[in-house]
């Protein structure tokens, strides 16, 4: 996943993590104008930033708070629509699963989710756990068997899958199809543009 510096500079950099930019966001609403938010600048916080902790900069004593609270909260005001985003990869992680119920729970913020792929991780059996996953309401039973025969053959197919099927267990909200559509919203241009130059380079 990239942060796009499109309003600072020409090209795209990689992050090094979603704590380090999950941190930078945090610190934009400081006020500072040397941040990625507070520059207007377009940032994709990986895995909706479902894991680890952070320093909550709103509250006068900066208790350390999960960075997934911060995350719906920053999701959450309008002065950052159109400019943060997130991906949903990793959240199939069993570790991850009950922030994964809770973004499909959020279904104002997901015109701004993306997918990715999490590759490898994926690959990895004791991560991905299709039958963690039916036990966490996310998926029925009956998907379990079929996904691993998927997996045998394409993991990250098989992960794809997963995430098209899952459903929250309180309210039955799936990720939409825009999801796994790509992400003209994020780039700034017209889908159909998009589409002739990814055709142009496989030409």
């Known amino acids: 996943w990239m942060v796009d510096l499109m309003k600072l500079t020409a090209s795209n950099l990689p992050t090094q993590g979603a704590r380090l930019l999950f941190d930078a966001c945090r610190s934009s609403l400081s006020g500072s104008s040397f941040l990625p938010l507070g520059k207007g ?3 994709i916080l990986a895995h909706c930033a479902s894991e680890g902790t952070a320093v909550d900069l709103d509250d006068e004593k900066k208790p350390r708070v999960p960075c997934f609270d911060l995350f719906l909260r920053l999701m959450r005001d309008p002065k950052y629509e ?6 949903v990869s990793a959240l199939t992680n069993f570790a991850r699963l009950p922030c994964f119920v809770r973004v499909l729970d959020q279904p104002s913020i997901h015109h701004r989710l993306v997918y990715g792929s999490d590759y490898p991780v994926p690959c990895t059996p004791m991560v991905v756990q299709f039958g963690k996953m039916a036990e966490a309401g996310l998926l029925a039973p009956t998907d379990v068997q079929i996904l691993e025969h998927i997996k045998d ?3 990250v197919l098989a992960n794809f899958v ?3 099927l899952a459903a929250s267990p309180h309210t039955g909200n799936t990720l939409p199809a825009s999801v796994f559509h790509g992400m003209p919203s994020l780039l ?3 889908e159909n543009l ?3 130059r990814f055709m142009s380079m496989a030409e």
């Open 188 to 190: 700034g241009e017209d």
């Open 162 to 164: 997963a995430m098209r």
């Open 153 to 155: 053959a394409n993991p």
């Open 41 to 43: 600048v377009r940032v």
């Open 82 to 87: 159109g400019l943060l985003f997130a991906d």
């Open 194 to 196: 998009i589409n002739e």
